[in-house]
């Protein structure tokens, strides 16, 4: 299964939302799985320029790195 830029984008805004609740027993698990996103997001985009995606793929899926889930216009 191959999760989108929009899919991620969506994962982390609830991530970051449920931190803000003040779920304190869960923000240590909660800062662990935003930094493994991110890791994986990273390792997909790389993954995917060096084997090279159409112009549509690169729009759907990782593909931009040093970006928040390929969205370049929010500062990352």
Do not use: C, F, V
Request: avoid cysteine; charged fraction near 35%.
């Amino acid at each position: 299964m191959k999760i989108t830029n929009s899919e991620y984008k969506w994962i982390m805004i609830g991530l970051e939302s449920a931190k803000e609740q003040n779920y304190d027993d869960n923000i240590r698990a909660i800062n662990n799985l935003i930094q493994r996103l991110e890791n994986e997001y990273e390792r997909l985009a790389k993954k995917n320029t060096e084997e090279g995606m159409t112009a549509e793929e690169e729009e759907i899926y990782p593909s931009r790195l040093d970006t928040q889930y390929g969205d370049s216009s929010s500062g990352g």
